[in-house]
């Protein structure tokens, strides 16, 4: 095998890759001219530079095209789970009573049966509190599923989706 010197190669695509908002980068040949190799030595060079996350595409050829995305993303996450979980600042978040009230009651409530059963109290006793307690049952046990609904948990979301690509049929991670 002959070895090319390419360390002027690796200075030149390390100023390239330096330019202001240069982020996406097409970085294409013909199958076989040494793209991974020339990668793979610039990487080892300027490992300390840049953050290194390796995919292969090949492990995707098997897929759909709308599923490539789905399976990249859940690289993505295993490998910065696995090596970076630390360091990612995960929210898990549960926003205060008095938050979570103003929002369900904005975006929930229904007061119109709350309502009528409040104003059907009038002067009687019995059925009407009733009413309203059953009202009142429903519009808490309605905010604890509201409650419920917008907490924010980085990691749970996380675990959910790679158990849906992992219980995806035919995706390459399939295992159930």
């Known amino acids: 095998m002959i070895d090319i010197d390419q360390?002027?190669?690796?200075?030149?695509?390390?100023?390239?890759?330096?330019?202001?908002?240069?982020?996406?980068?097409?970085f294409t040949a013909p199958f076989g001219t040494g793209k991974s190799t020339m990668l793979d030595k610039f990487?080892?060079?300027?490992?300390?530079?840049?953050?290194?996350?390796?995919?292969?595409?090949?492990?995707?050829?098997?897929?759909?095209?709308?599923?490539v995305f789905e399976l990249i993303k859940y690289d993505l996450l295993t490998y910065l789970m696995a090596n970076f979980y630390?360091?990612?600042?995960?929210?898990?978040?549960?926003?205060?009573?008095?938050?979570?009230?103003?929002?369900?009651i904005m975006e929930r409530v229904k007061l119109m049966p709350l309502l009528s059963a409040i104003l059907g109290m009038n002067e009687k006793v019995g059925q009407p509190i009733?009413?309203?307690?059953?009202?009142?049952?429903?519009?808490i046990k309605d905010f604890k599923a509201f409650s419920d609904?917008?907490?924010i948990d980085d990691e749970d979301d996380i675990e959910k989706f790679l158990k849906e690509i992992n219980n995806l049929k035919g995706s390459m991670y399939e295992s159930g």
Do not use: G, W
């Open 7 to 26: 360390n002027e190669i690796h200075k030149d695509f390390k100023k390239h890759l330096a330019i202001d908002n240069n982020r996406r980068i097409l």
């Open 43 to 67: 990487f080892k060079e300027y490992d300390k530079d840049f953050f290194i996350c390796k995919l292969h595409p090949i492990n995707y050829s098997v897929s759909a095209n709308e599923d």
């Open 86 to 104: 630390e360091e990612l600042n995960l929210e898990k978040e549960d926003f205060t009573l008095l938050l979570r009230s103003q929002m369900f």
């Open 130 to 139: 009733v009413k309203f307690l059953e009202a009142m049952q429903s519009v």
């Open 149 to 151: 609904e917008i907490k």
